[in-house]
């Protein structure tokens, strides 16, 4: 099977990254299946989609005909087997725990054709430990989008161990016709490429502010206008989640050791589940018109 096959793409997880890569696959024009655990999380990211799809036609960056035509294309689904039966790749997005992906695997490939091709957006964990737990190894890569994934341009495309060369091909193919640039990875570690420097960099702002050093607001500020990032750190880290972010740094603690540590200010944040734009509160109140940032 090569990337021309592909017709039918199943995300699996409807959160975040879910929903986006589900809307960027149906503006491709895949058939997408977008599954959640429940109705609730499912119904939520379609939701999710229909918004953005009528933000992007209200700027004229695509017709209106077209995001109806996206949404069309995408269906919610709880159920595992309608989810992946039939399918030609699926992307997993589902939350950043080894074991929570590893159980997901473990339903998936009980009803995925043989000849499936697997991907998971995980932001760190190892590419060849994930694909171990499947029927299909040398089928299995990461394809890691970014957030927010409509907007962002690149896809790391991760090898492991045991990934075919003709794997990354397809799902580099996959990601190009999406829209986005490709960049393969070919070594596995803890956070690839684009999160083993940026995810210190947002712990590195909060060890700042949790030594009383600086505010939220002022190491933003620098960030953002004199480092020149798009966003200052905080304000990224409310947007890909909190958790997502901590959840990185623990793996990177644990396997690249203690550089990684993780400022107990994020670890705080994630227990009193302020986690973000997603939470409406996280390192800034988005009920309170969010950052506020000093020039
Ligand atoms: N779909 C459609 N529209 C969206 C949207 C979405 N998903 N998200 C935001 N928008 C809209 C907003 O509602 C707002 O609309 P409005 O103007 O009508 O209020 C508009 O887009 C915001 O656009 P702005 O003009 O204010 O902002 P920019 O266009 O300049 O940029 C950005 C927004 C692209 C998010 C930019 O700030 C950026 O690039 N930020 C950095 C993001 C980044 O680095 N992401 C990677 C994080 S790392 C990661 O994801 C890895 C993971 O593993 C942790």
Redesign the pocket.
Known sequence: MDASDVETVTVLGAGN?GH?IA?VAALAGYEVRMRDINEEFVGNGYD?IE??LG??A??DQISQGDADAALDRVTPLVDVEEAVAGTDLVIEAVPEKMDIKKDVYADVEEYAPADAVFASNT??LSITELSEVTDRPERFCGM?????????QLVEVISGTHTADGTLELVEDVAEQMGKTPVRVRKDSPGFI??RV??PLMNEAAWIVHEGDATVAEVDSTTKFDIG???GSFE?AD???VD??YH?LEYMHEVLGPAYEPCPLLAEKVENEKLGKKTGEGFYDYEDGGADIPS
């Open positions: 990254m986006g809307e999710q918004w953005s933000k992007l209200e700027k932001s760190s890691h989008f970014f957030n927010p994934p409509v907007r962002m684009v999160n940026l995810v990032l798009p966003m990224l947007q890909v989640g997502v972010g990185v």
